[in-house]
């Protein structure tokens, strides 16, 4: 199984992830690396106008005269290109650099629902940072190639014929002269070149047409030509205008940041310091250098770190160029919030954590946590993790609604005498006295598909002595769960 990652409109995505302010409208990446400028690509609103590939400029605007034309920048593809080849390895050490803004990776040896889910954690760490990408998910790199183009995040294909009756020929880059003999034969799908005999597209096309037919069949076994990129803790950028406030800096080092932690987290490595070279514009350079208390490679932990130390440092003249540099460790798994108290030996921790398991049972050692199920005082125990993870954002829960309910654990077992089917009167240990009012009952039953059903009936009560209580009946008996106020 392979998947191919496309960044569609690539210049101009990399163009547009660097801007603090993007514009909006038809825009166009203007080439101007030639004798000749030309449109490299344009966004969709501008192609609304018929502006298109290898368009002069002076043509283009005059077929959309609020064209806004932007310059390539090589650099900002080169960093963008690193970003997708860094994420890529995120799923599998065996990727191929096919493009410009496009990958190919292996995903032998991975199951269905990890890889599934590994995808749309990729397409949302792509999103994050300002990219739209398209996944293309096929048993040989030529099907996963097209699937990318048709994609609108990630696009399996299950179904061969179905798949290949969607896609025009030219979707396999072949030269136009091929296509218009294709479509001189009736031929304008890759279905139909499919079903054509195979000697006989290379008796008229020759090799070429053999290798398309193949690669059309899922015949052509192609190796990946392996990539790997190495680690570079560094980030350096010459700016082309004036850097006067914290806030453009913070932009740029929060881009930077993003960057550096990628590399960090496919290195294995984490960052226990900064060094930051501003270079003014009077020619000097100014250095910082900034601790992290605990090494981390989270962005959200360094970035505050970073932002909290740069809060009233000054400058003699304004800033037009940033180079930050990360000092790096080997990652140990530790508890990465700055405000709580680091955990020192995570590897000691866990070994101890095994040695209890080992005493006391493994369902009797580690972490609660709740069972998704209307069960009462359902549970069950996670083993303990020796990363503490502490950058989350708390779930938003609505207001609470009646009484709070102090529960009695365990219930006490009570005694209830019955009147016209309601609870009349209740003795017991925490509870006794005759029932003044009564609300009930509640049925509740779960788990009858298991080996182990459950039901319950509650009441809640007011005793004329006073006091609201909640008490419930199950097979076994009467019992006080708790009281209200």
């Not at 007011?462 to 008996?477: N, P």
Request: hydrophobic fraction near 40%; aromatic fraction near 8%; include cysteine.
């Amino acid at each position: 199984m392979y998947a191919v990652i496309q960044i569609p409109v690539f210049p101009l995505q990399a163009l547009l992830r660097q801007m603090r302010k993007r514009p909006k409208g038809p825009i166009a990446v203007l080439d101007e690396s030639g004798e000749q400028s030309y449109i490299l690509t344009a966004n969709k609103v501008a192609r609304q106008f018929e502006v298109t590939e290898g368009m002069h400029p002076a043509r283009a605007l005059a077929r959309c005269a609020h064209l806004q034309l932007i310059p390539r920048s090589e650099a900002a593809e080169k960093s963008t290109t690193r970003i997708l080849h860094l994420l890529a390895q995120t799923l599998s050490p065996r990727i191929e650099a096919t493009d410009s803004g496009l990958v190919t990776i292996d995903l032998r040896g991975a199951t269905e629902q990890s890889r599934q889910e590994k995808l749309e954690s990729l397409v949302e760490r792509f999103r994050t940072i300002g990219l739209f990408v398209r996944i293309g998910i096929a048993g040989t790199p030529d099907h996963a190639l097209w699937a990318a183009y048709l994609a609108k995040w990630i696009k399996r294909v299950r179904w061969v014929d179905t798949f290949l009756n969607q896609l025009p020929v030219a979707v396999t880059g072949i030269s136009q002269e091929v296509v218009e003999i294709f479509a001189g034969w009736g031929i304008h799908t890759l279905g139909a070149i499919k079903k054509l005999p195979r000697e006989e597209v290379g008796a008229r096309l020759g090799k070429s047409g053999l290798d398309l037919w193949d690669a059309v069949s899922g015949q052509r076994s192609r190796l990946l030509k392996p990539y790997k990129t190495e680690p570079q803790f560094f980030r350096k950028l010459e700016l082309d205008y004036r850097v006067e406030n914290l806030e453009a800096l913070l932009f740029i080092l929060k881009r930077f940041i993003d960057e550096l932690t990628l590399e960090l987290r496919v290195s294995h490595q984490a960052a226990f310091g900064f060094k930051i070279y501003l270079k003014l514009e009077n020619k000097r350079i100014q250095e910082t250098h900034i601790e992290v208390p605990i090494p981390s490679s989270r962005a959200s932990t360094l970035f505050r770190i970073l932002e909290t130390a740069l809060e009233n440092m000054q400058t003699q003249d304004a800033i037009v160029g940033v180079h930050l540099r990360l000092d790096t460790a080997e990652a140990r798994a530790r508890q990465s919030d700055l405000f709580a108290v680091a955990m020192e030996d995570a590897v000691g921790f866990g070994e101890t954590a095994d040695r209890i398991a080992a005493l006391v049972g493994p369902d009797r050692s580690g972490s609660p946590r709740a069972n998704n199920t209307w069960r009462p005082d359902a549970f069950h125990i996670e083993k303990l993790d020796t990363e503490i993870q502490t950058d989350f954002e708390p779930e938003s829960h609505k207001p609470s609604i009646g009484l709070p309910l102090e529960r009695i654990r365990p219930p006490r077992p009570i005694r209830v005498f019955m009147q016209d089917e309601q609870p009349a009167a209740i003795e017991g240990e925490v509870i006794q006295g005759i029932v003044k009012q009564v609300n009930g009952p509640w049925r509740l039953s779960s788990d009858w598909w298991d080996n182990k059903p459950w039901s319950r009936e509650e009441w809640d009560i007011e005793l004329e002595a006073g006091g609201l209580y909640r008490i419930f009946r199950t097979s076994k008996g009467w019992f006080v769960e708790g009281m209200y106020g």
